[in-house]
């Protein structure tokens, strides 16, 4: 008889990463790992999410590295993302384009996984805005 091996379903995790530090960024994708395990109720493959590579000169460098994140979810079999995902313009494409396909999906509260959310948020919102 040929035993048959367990293929582990795979996750997207979608994390704000403009801002942070990669230590922050991975604790943040740890927990969202065991929650994601919790709520679909199967050990899962995470979809290595985090680009550790520089964009090409001369490109918008948040549009790359989001079109290089939507590459990786064709993988997915599960995604996990946050509330208050607008705050942070890649996590909101990333949550919408699993939800137009049809990617089981769950979000968690943003506090919970990235204690410093509002601090890079309003970083970012500043560094956005002109000066008047």
Known sequence: MIK?????KKLFISCPMNGRTEENIRNSMER????AEATFGEEL???PTYIPE??????????W???????????????IGVHFESAFAGC?????VAS??????????????MPDAWEIAN??????????
Do not use: W
Not at 32 to 35: E, G, S, V, Y
Not at 92 to 96: G, K, S
Not at 100 to 113: A, L, M, N
Not at 123 to 132: F, I, L, S, V
């Open 54 to 63: 520089h964009a090409p000169d001369n490109v918008n460098r948040r549009l």
């Open 92 to 96: 909101n494409v990333e949550r919408n």
């Open 32 to 35: 969202m790992h065991k929650i």
């Open 100 to 113: 137009e396909y049809g990617i089981p999906s769950t979000y968690v509260d943003i506090s919970i996984v």
């Open 65 to 79: 590295y989001l079109g290089e994140s939507i590459k990786l979810m064709a993988e997915a079999d599960y995604f």
């Open 123 to 132: 970083r970012n919102y500043t560094a956005a805005c002109p000066k008047q």
């Open 4 to 8: 048959k091996e367990k293929v582990m």
């Open 45 to 47: 493959e995470v979809i």
